[in-house]
């Protein structure tokens, strides 16, 4: 059941990760000094829009940056104590689908259409050899566990044959089919219908629970973090910007972005009049100004703002914001 | 220049240069072919039908007999390889460009028919297709060749009417795809007709499949032109089509082996030429590459 | 017979026969993409339809755009049945309803420059001169926020925000009476969405139109419609004022749909009440579409389609149980 060390608590740390893309029109800076850890335990959401860098993020733990373009240019990620960076790929194969995992976001793409699907969660076993007992039954087993009904016919059906929802849970039990230590879903909601996405987060929930690992849940989707997560980090233009355990963070978003976010998302039931939006863009990655990157589109701007990048501040109980209404400065 | 480093391996990363992918072999290729086709009347050192009965078979100017003004040597009846060569680029461009856009322009045309208009037609015109595939162009040739004569143009003809079934093929899976294609659908509902949604919409998204289907095809056709000429059911002597030019040193090969070595290299140069730029093309305009 | 509706939908069904064979296609199935819908709409109002996967409201919405002709039922607009216009007055028709789709990146034609795509309708249409033609370019283009420099560039130099923009410039150069959105904000980010949907607003105002809005996203749709009609497997089980479906949803599925979407409220939890997935629309379930999962059924839910019924004004559910 556990590992060779004491069970630890923290899984993941992570300190000033960069991640760049190296393309003709430049260098294009995607993760761009990232920090943050991740206990047993805990449901983290790694919160930002299109673009602001939290896949690169989950591909550079999971060690997947697609290269030569991608590449990790900094920083340090252990997990359980072991540094990531040092590992051999090799040895990153030992960990992906086993302690490490990710569920990615689409299921209609991220099953072979031409295996069944008990082959698919077979190769899960498979590769890191646990194989106790029949591997049809633990296949069906772990079917069961992602609630997918008629499991024992299921096994030998074909992706085409499966819903959105259902391939959906066909992708979380092929990552949680070695119990890791922590998995990390990106979007797993996103391509699903809101009564089935609704049912895939509880299904989340339970498998936290019941693994007592940590799962990082990336998203877009406000609504989705509040419902499920524990703690919440907020990405802007490839840093983490905010950080907070989620019921502090809803009631009192501490940096502007955070806020206007929150503002933006139209409510169930409080018909305003106009939605609030935030104008203008995000930074290109390519340059990133040398300033807070949100200092634009920013109403509270002050003249620091463009000219030095706020430190990280702590405001007490576990809350971290890099702005410069709170700063050292 | 970059001076990030790659931390996981520790080495220096370098950045894409500018310049690379581009296929510097195939660009330098065709550049000789077309300068060689463009210009072919001033850098030909000899009329490329006259020959010299004094000079048959000279080997090329580097070898023991050779001579310094038939730099690749002679044929059998005096004439100098080098300048035959060059005339032949223009012969060979010549028919090969005639028969893409000849079965081009049906292609096109058949398949975005085909692609767009969908059911009956559609089906119609596919079996069409399969069915054109199977004839023997050889034999269609040797037909068309027993009527009109064997020639150039017949090649231009036997190719142009058999070859339109891959590109009407590939401009109909476009036109099925662009069909569903939310742009198409405003286009409706702004009231665009279907010949407007073909021409104005649906054509020129898929130009860029039909210009790199042509730069992958030329070469082939080329190769294509040469063995038909080489079966003498092409262009007749005293053309100098290089298929031609094989076929008349065949012969000889054992003691003039250039007058099929030469031939065979240009036809090699120029189909390369084709090919690498081609391939280069397709990824250059890949629509798969999505600009946000 | 004109009271007032710009849009009348009367018994709606749309069909699509699944057909195998090769040269001489036979029909083995059906599927029942939109299964007798009715509902009404006045100038002004704004109608959201809501439904998951295989509801039905994207074929609802090719309907009413005539790129779909009905299986049976009639679409009235102004009085009159498009799917019995011919050529001609299906195309004057189409000055008066147009439309926006979702895909912001895949909905403009990336070969045409941005006043070519906002100005093809008026040339379609004819609708004055070319220096008049121009002139209206440029005037939409302001108006959604675009300067006439960019009207000379490319789609894919514009991020989604800004190509839903021209999408809805383009919507606007008719001044048409009626748009049509298909899931209109969907494919942006949250701040992006924020200001479509405002313009969205302004711009109703501003002209005095009729949007029928198509989405999956329930608080968008509140936000911006009058109305809001629930789809299930093809049929419209409620439809009421927005104030009155979110406030009192009378169909189970209505309740089931509300409780599920994700609120950004960690203090409130919902409780998923829905279990299982949403059938084929080629295999329906024989009576009420939604009996196999709803939680308040009865006996008579199995067996007959339930009709609609005004449980208050304006307030149309179609349930046996609705009283």
Redesign the interface.
Same mark, same amino acid.
């Given at each position: 059941m556990s590992m060779m060390n004491m069970p630890e608590d923290r899984l993941l740390y992570i300190k000033d990760l960069k991640t760049s893309f190296f393309t003709k029109k430049g260098v294009v800076k995607a993760v761009d000094g990232v920090s943050f850890e991740v206990n047993r335990g805990e449901i983290v959401g790694l919160v930002g829009e299109s673009g602001c860098g939290k896949s690169v993020t989950s591909l550079s733990i999971m060690r997947l940056v697609p290269q030569p373009a991608g590449r990790i240019t900094g920083g340090e990620m252990t997990f359980c104590g072991e540094d990531l960076l040092k590992k051999t790929e090799k040895e990153m194969r030992l960990l992906r689908g086993n302690r490490l995992s990710m569920i990615l976001q689409d299921p209609m793409v991220s099953l072979n259409p031409l295996l069944t699907v008990g082959y698919q969660l077979e190769e899960a076993f498979r590769y890191h050899k646990r194989t106790v007992g029949s591997m049809k039954n633990k296949c069906i087993e772990l079917l069961k566990k992602v609630r997918v009904p008629a499991p024992e016919r299921r096994v030998g059906n074909y992706p085409f044959q499966f819903s959105g929802g259902m391939s959906q849970r066909v992708l979380i039990a092929m990552g949680i089919a070695n119990k890791p230590d922590l998995l990390i879903a990106d979007e797993p909601t996103t391509a699903l219908d809101v009564t089935v996405g609704a049912q895939v987060l509880k299904l989340m929930k339970i498998i936290q629970e019941e693994s007592r690992g940590a799962i990082i849940l990336i998203t877009h989707d406000l609504a989705t973090v509040a419902q499920v997560c524990t703690r919440v980090l907020v990405m802007y233009a490839g840093r983490i910007i905010e950080k907070a355990p989620v019921k502090s963070f809803y009631k009192n978003p501490a940096h502007p972005y955070s806020q206007s976010l929150i503002q933006s998302v139209p409510v169930l039931g409080r018909r305003a009049q106009r939605l609030f939006s935030i104008e203008g863009m995000p930074p290109s990655l390519l340059n990133p100004p040398p300033g807070c990157r949100f200092e634009p589109r920013c109403s509270r701007a002050m003249g620091i703002c463009a000219e030095k990048y706020p430190p990280e501040s702590r405001l007490g109980e576990g809350r971290q914001v890099s702005c410069w209404l709170y700063g050292k400065g | 220049m970059t001076t990030a480093t790659d931390a996981i391996t520790g080495k220096k990363i370098k950045a894409p240069r500018v310049g690379a992918g581009i296929p510097w072999l195939g660009l330098a290729c065709l550049a000789l072919f077309f300068f060689t086709v463009l210009f072919a009347d001033v850098i030909a050192p000899h009329d490329p039908f006259e020959g010299d009965l004094l000079n048959i078979t000279l080997p090329p100017a580097w070898e023991e007999d050779g001579n310094r003004s038939y730099l690749l040597g002679t044929d059998m009846l005096g004439r100098d390889v080098l300048s035959r060569l060059i005339h032949g680029s223009r012969i060979s461009l010549l028919i090969s460009v005639g028969c893409i856009i000849f079965y081009g322009s049906i292609g096109v045309v058949l398949g975005l028919i085909s692609g767009f208009t969908g059911g009956r037609t559609d089906m119609l015109i596919m079996r069409l297709a399969d069915f054109w595939m199977s004839l023997p162009a050889i034999i269609v040739l040797f037909i068309l060749a027993a009527v009109n004569g064997p020639s150039a143009k017949t090649i231009v003809l036997t190719i142009g009417i058999m070859g339109w079934p891959n590109y009407a093929r590939i401009v109909r899976g476009e036109c099925l795809s662009l069909k569903q294609r939310d742009f198409v659908r405003l286009a409706r509902v702004a009231g665009c007709s279907n010949m407007r949604i073909m021409v104005s919409h649906i054509l020129p998204n898929i130009i860029n499949s039909i210009i790199i289907l042509a730069t992958i095809e030329i070469g082939g056709i080329i190769v294509l032109t040469a063995t038909m000429s080489f079966l003498g059911l092409g262009a007749q002597p005293p053309s100098c089509d290089w298929g031609l030019m094989l076929a008349e040193g065949r012969q000889y090969i054992t003691y003039a082996w250039w007058l099929v070595t030469f031939p065979g290299l240009a036809i090699v140069v120029a189909v390369l030429g084709f090919n690498l730029t081609g391939d280069w093309l397709r990824e250059l305009l890949d629509p798969k590459q999505k600009l946000r | 017979m004109d009271d007032g509706m710009i849009l009348s939908v009367q018994g709606l069904k749309k069909h699509f026969p699944v057909t195998r064979g090769?040269?001489f296609p036979k029909a083995v199935g059906n599927v029942k993409a939109v299964d007798n819908i009715t509902f009404h709409m006045r100038q002004g109002e704004t109608l959201g339809l809501v439904g %998951?996967?295989g509801c039905g409201k994207s074929t609802t919405a090719n309907t009413v /755009?005539a /790129?779909e002709t009905p299986t049976s039922g009639r679409v009235l607009f102004q009085g009159r049945d498009i799917s019995r216009f011919n050529r001609r007055e299906l195309?004057h028709f #189409?000055?008066n309803?147009?439309?926006v789709?979702? &895909?912001p990146? #895949?909905? +403009? @034609?990336?070969?045409?420059k941005v006043r070519k795509i906002i100005g093809?309708?008026l040339w379609? !249409?004819k609708v004055g001169t070319k220096k008049e033609i121009e002139n209206r370019i440029a005037e939409f283009a302001t108006l959604v926020g675009f300067t006439p420099r960019q009207t000379g560039q490319y789609p894919?130099e514009f991020?989604g *925000?800004q190509r839903q923009r021209i999408?809805i410039a #383009?919507a606007l150069a008719?001044n048409p009476k009626m748009i049509v959105l298909d899931e209109p904000v969907s494919a942006l &980010?949250?701040?992006?969405?924020?200001?479509i +949907? @405002?313009l969205l607003?302004d711009l109703r105002t501003q002209f005095g139109l009729t949007y029928l809005i198509i989405s !999956? &996203? /329930?608080?968008?749709v509140? !936000?911006i419609s009058t109305h809001i009609g629930v789809m299930y497997l093809g049929n419209l089980v409620e439809l009421a004022h *927005?104030?009155d479906l979110?406030g009192s949803p009378r169909h189970p599925y209505t309740r089931? /749909? +509300?409780s599920?979407?994700?609120?950004?409220?960690?203090?409130?939890i919902?409780e998923?009440t829905? %279990?299982g %997935?949403?059938p084929s629309p080629m295999n329906p379930p024989a009576g009420c579409p939604f009996h196999p999962r709803c939680p308040e059924i009865i006996s008579k839910c199995r067996e007959a389609v339930p009709g609609r019924k005004e449980v208050s004004p304006g307030h149309w559910v179609s349930c046996h149980c609705s009283f």
């Amino acid at each position: 059941m556990s590992m060779m060390n004491m069970p630890e608590d923290r899984l993941l740390y992570i300190k000033d990760l960069k991640t760049s893309f190296f393309t003709k029109k430049g260098v294009v800076k995607a993760v761009d000094g990232v920090s943050f850890e991740v206990n047993r335990g805990e449901i983290v959401g790694l919160v930002g829009e299109s673009g602001c860098g939290k896949s690169v993020t989950s591909l550079s733990i999971m060690r997947l940056v697609p290269q030569p373009a991608g590449r990790i240019t900094g920083g340090e990620m252990t997990f359980c104590g072991e540094d990531l960076l040092k590992k051999t790929e090799k040895e990153m194969r030992l960990l992906r689908g086993n302690r490490l995992s990710m569920i990615l976001q689409d299921p209609m793409v991220s099953l072979n259409p031409l295996l069944t699907v008990g082959y698919q969660l077979e190769e899960a076993f498979r590769y890191h050899k646990r194989t106790v007992g029949s591997m049809k039954n633990k296949c069906i087993e772990l079917l069961k566990k992602v609630r997918v009904p008629a499991p024992e016919r299921r096994v030998g059906n074909y992706p085409f044959q499966f819903s959105g929802g259902m391939s959906q849970r066909v992708l979380i039990a092929m990552g949680i089919a070695n119990k890791p230590d922590l998995l990390i879903a990106d979007e797993p909601t996103t391509a699903l219908d809101v009564t089935v996405g609704a049912q895939v987060l509880k299904l989340m929930k339970i498998i936290q629970e019941e693994s007592r690992g940590a799962i990082i849940l990336i998203t877009h989707d406000l609504a989705t973090v509040a419902q499920v997560c524990t703690r919440v980090l907020v990405m802007y233009a490839g840093r983490i910007i905010e950080k907070a355990p989620v019921k502090s963070f809803y009631k009192n978003p501490a940096h502007p972005y955070s806020q206007s976010l929150i503002q933006s998302v139209p409510v169930l039931g409080r018909r305003a009049q106009r939605l609030f939006s935030i104008e203008g863009m995000p930074p290109s990655l390519l340059n990133p100004p040398p300033g807070c990157r949100f200092e634009p589109r920013c109403s509270r701007a002050m003249g620091i703002c463009a000219e030095k990048y706020p430190p990280e501040s702590r405001l007490g109980e576990g809350r971290q914001v890099s702005c410069w209404l709170y700063g050292k400065g | 220049m970059t001076t990030a480093t790659d931390a996981i391996t520790g080495k220096k990363i370098k950045a894409p240069r500018v310049g690379a992918g581009i296929p510097w072999l195939g660009l330098a290729c065709l550049a000789l072919f077309f300068f060689t086709v463009l210009f072919a009347d001033v850098i030909a050192p000899h009329d490329p039908f006259e020959g010299d009965l004094l000079n048959i078979t000279l080997p090329p100017a580097w070898e023991e007999d050779g001579n310094r003004s038939y730099l690749l040597g002679t044929d059998m009846l005096g004439r100098d390889v080098l300048s035959r060569l060059i005339h032949g680029s223009r012969i060979s461009l010549l028919i090969s460009v005639g028969c893409i856009i000849f079965y081009g322009s049906i292609g096109v045309v058949l398949g975005l028919i085909s692609g767009f208009t969908g059911g009956r037609t559609d089906m119609l015109i596919m079996r069409l297709a399969d069915f054109w595939m199977s004839l023997p162009a050889i034999i269609v040739l040797f037909i068309l060749a027993a009527v009109n004569g064997p020639s150039a143009k017949t090649i231009v003809l036997t190719i142009g009417i058999m070859g339109w079934p891959n590109y009407a093929r590939i401009v109909r899976g476009e036109c099925l795809s662009l069909k569903q294609r939310d742009f198409v659908r405003l286009a409706r509902v702004a009231g665009c007709s279907n010949m407007r949604i073909m021409v104005s919409h649906i054509l020129p998204n898929i130009i860029n499949s039909i210009i790199i289907l042509a730069t992958i095809e030329i070469g082939g056709i080329i190769v294509l032109t040469a063995t038909m000429s080489f079966l003498g059911l092409g262009a007749q002597p005293p053309s100098c089509d290089w298929g031609l030019m094989l076929a008349e040193g065949r012969q000889y090969i054992t003691y003039a082996w250039w007058l099929v070595t030469f031939p065979g290299l240009a036809i090699v140069v120029a189909v390369l030429g084709f090919n690498l730029t081609g391939d280069w093309l397709r990824e250059l305009l890949d629509p798969k590459q999505k600009l946000r | 017979m004109d009271d007032g509706m710009i849009l009348s939908v009367q018994g709606l069904k749309k069909h699509f026969p699944v057909t195998r064979g090769m040269f001489f296609p036979k029909a083995v199935g059906n599927v029942k993409a939109v299964d007798n819908i009715t509902f009404h709409m006045r100038q002004g109002e704004t109608l959201g339809l809501v439904g %998951e996967s295989g509801c039905g409201k994207s074929t609802t919405a090719n309907t009413v /755009l005539a /790129l779909e002709t009905p299986t049976s039922g009639r679409v009235l607009f102004q009085g009159r049945d498009i799917s019995r216009f011919n050529r001609r007055e299906l195309f004057h028709f #189409r000055r008066n309803i147009q439309a926006v789709f979702q &895909d912001p990146f #895949r909905s +403009l @034609n990336p070969r045409k420059k941005v006043r070519k795509i906002i100005g093809e309708p008026l040339w379609v !249409h004819k609708v004055g001169t070319k220096k008049e033609i121009e002139n209206r370019i440029a005037e939409f283009a302001t108006l959604v926020g675009f300067t006439p420099r960019q009207t000379g560039q490319y789609p894919h130099e514009f991020s989604g *925000g800004q190509r839903q923009r021209i999408a809805i410039a #383009r919507a606007l150069a008719l001044n048409p009476k009626m748009i049509v959105l298909d899931e209109p904000v969907s494919a942006l &980010d949250v701040s992006i969405q924020a200001q479509i +949907l @405002n313009l969205l607003m302004d711009l109703r105002t501003q002209f005095g139109l009729t949007y029928l809005i198509i989405s !999956h &996203d /329930l608080a968008v749709v509140e !936000h911006i419609s009058t109305h809001i009609g629930v789809m299930y497997l093809g049929n419209l089980v409620e439809l009421a004022h *927005g104030e009155d479906l979110y406030g009192s949803p009378r169909h189970p599925y209505t309740r089931a /749909l +509300l409780s599920s979407v994700p609120v950004a409220d960690p203090e409130v939890i919902r409780e998923v009440t829905l %279990e299982g %997935e949403v059938p084929s629309p080629m295999n329906p379930p024989a009576g009420c579409p939604f009996h196999p999962r709803c939680p308040e059924i009865i006996s008579k839910c199995r067996e007959a389609v339930p009709g609609r019924k005004e449980v208050s004004p304006g307030h149309w559910v179609s349930c046996h149980c609705s009283f």
